[in-house]
């Protein structure tokens, strides 16, 4: 008797924490946090003077790269490659489908300003590929697409 009822208040405990208090989704921070730990352990110096100013810009002005539908977790760089990295509203944001996100990434980076274009083309001009990185904030899943150099030179120039 004193077993069943001591399974009955763990199973009516366990209840309680599942459906208890609402979900609470992290904050911008908290994401920043997680995608740093995540990433830092295996981030590079990149041998480019330019690029490495580009990376510090970018991460010191990060919110200007995030609008309603993703949030910029900031850019570092690791073999070879500059990485973007991005939390995203799946339900704005299809990240399943990995051809037109790849030709959503082309848009992104085509439509930037002229002045933002120029201080990317360092990025090819090293030789270097450009990685965005994005997690779904509903999901968890991680998708990533990269922009080779000749993606980049047509993008860019």
């Avoid at 069943?4 to 994401?31: H, Y």
Wanted: glycine share 4%; with cysteine.
């Amino acid at each position: 008797m004193m077993k069943r009822n001591f399974l009955a208040c763990a199973a009516m405990m366990l209840l309680l924490s599942s459906c208890g208090g609402s979900k609470q989704e992290p904050s911008v921070a908290d994401e920043k946090e997680d995608m740093t730990e995540t990433f830092s352990n295996t981030y590079s110096e990149p041998e480019s003077e330019e690029v490495t100013d580009l990376l510090k810009a970018y991460n010191e002005h990060m919110d200007d790269y995030s609008t309603d539908v993703m949030t910029a977790l900031g850019m570092g760089f690791r073999d070879n490659k500059v990485l973007l990295n991005f939390s995203v509203n799946e339900d704005a944001f299809d990240i399943q489908n990995k051809e037109a996100l790849k030709e959503r990434v082309k848009k992104m980076v085509g439509d930037m300003p002229m002045e933002q274009k120029e201080a990317w083309q360092c990025i090819p001009n090293m030789g270097y590929e450009l990685m965005y990185t994005f997690v779904g904030k509903k999901s968890s899943d991680i998708v990533s697409v990269v922009l080779t150099v000749d993606d980049l030179q047509m993008l860019l120039y």
